[in-house]
């Protein structure tokens, strides 16, 4: 299927690596001009020349950490000078650890909801009145499954705030932009942390929880993400989709 991306400019954020690199890399090769952010500036080198070996689609890559306001500006004005406009916005740059909720002080709780939901506004922002003029526009936020059903994890009640925030947040923005030609829908992986369990716990723990038989792979969700990305999603916003897999039954 054409997604009808050709020539389209995109900024994904938390692009260097994992899900926001798969993003940029699935945009590329639908023809999208995509402009890559992170805070590594060596690792997001090596994702701009792979993508661009890898699809032969134009990459830029600007150096910004989503929660310092100058960076943020700067990465906006690079890409509209670069191309001229800026047409999809994908916010998936920062992290909020996993924490004890009693062990939270205020400004740890000030620090985590800046490392994920003000990320989120500032980049949106700053992007949103290129879309209004162009009278098009798609962004798509990355969630989390968490930020619904807690599934027995503990210790993620500051993610979990965070991510049930960026829902509302994305509904709300999704109505007063319709009106822009703008579309705001949220994406929520599924993951699964292996690091700490034997392959035969990881293996029992996937199949309990993913009735399709394996958890999400990066190109599950940036599969998603171009759909919401493209010109067949028109017609689709404020929605939250949660890509895994049937965990959510």
Same mark, same amino acid.
């Given at each position: 299927m054409d997604l009808g991306l050709r020539g389209k400019v995109a900024i994904v954020t938390g692009s260097s690596d994992g899900i926001g690199y798969g993003v940029a890399h699935a945009l590329a090769e639908e023809g999208v001009r995509v402009v890559l952010c992170a805070r590594r500036e060596s690792l997001l080198a090596e994702a701009r020349q792979a993508?661009?070996?890898?699809?032969?689609?134009?990459? /830029?890559?600007?150096?910004?950490?989503?929660?310092?306001?100058?960076d943020v500006q700067s990465l906006v004005k690079e890409t509209a000078r670069r191309f001229g406009a800026i047409h999809i916005l994908v916010n998936n740059a920062g992290s909020v650890p996993s924490i004890q909720f009693a062990s939270v002080e205020d400004a740890q709780w000030h620090q985590m909801l800046e490392g994920k939901l003000l990320g989120y506004i500032r980049v949106t922002r700053e992007t949103v009145p290129y879309m209004e003029r162009a009278g098009w526009g798609r962004i798509i936020n990355m969630g989390a499954v968490g930020a619904e059903r807690a599934f027995g994890q503990a210790k993620i009640s500051a993610y979990a705030a965070?991510?049930?925030?960026?829902?509302?947040?994305?509904?709300?923005?999704?109505?007063?932009? *319709?009106?822009?030609?703008?579309?705001?829908?949220?994406?929520?992986?599924?993951?699964?942390?292996?690091?700490?369990?034997?392959?035969?716990? *990881?293996?029992?723990?996937?199949?309990?929880? /993913?009735?399709?038989?394996?958890?999400?792979?990066?190109?599950?969700? *940036?599969?998603?993400?171009? /759909? /919401?990305?493209?010109?067949?999603?028109?017609?689709?916003?404020?929605?939250?989709?949660?890509?895994?897999?049937?965990?959510?039954?």
């Open positions: 993508i661009e070996r890898e699809t032969g689609a134009e990459v /830029f890559a600007v150096p910004c950490d989503v929660q310092r306001l100058n965070a991510k049930a925030a960026v829902v509302a947040l994305s509904r709300s923005l999704a109505l007063e932009e *319709a009106k822009n030609g703008i579309t705001v829908n949220v994406v929520n992986p599924s993951s699964i942390d292996e690091n700490e369990l034997t392959l035969e716990e *990881a293996r029992r723990i996937r199949d309990a929880r /993913f009735p399709i038989g394996r958890p999400p792979t990066v190109e599950d969700v *940036a599969a998603t993400v171009a /759909f /919401f990305a493209s010109e067949e999603a028109e017609y689709v916003t404020g929605q939250v989709v949660n890509v895994s897999g049937g965990w959510m039954l």
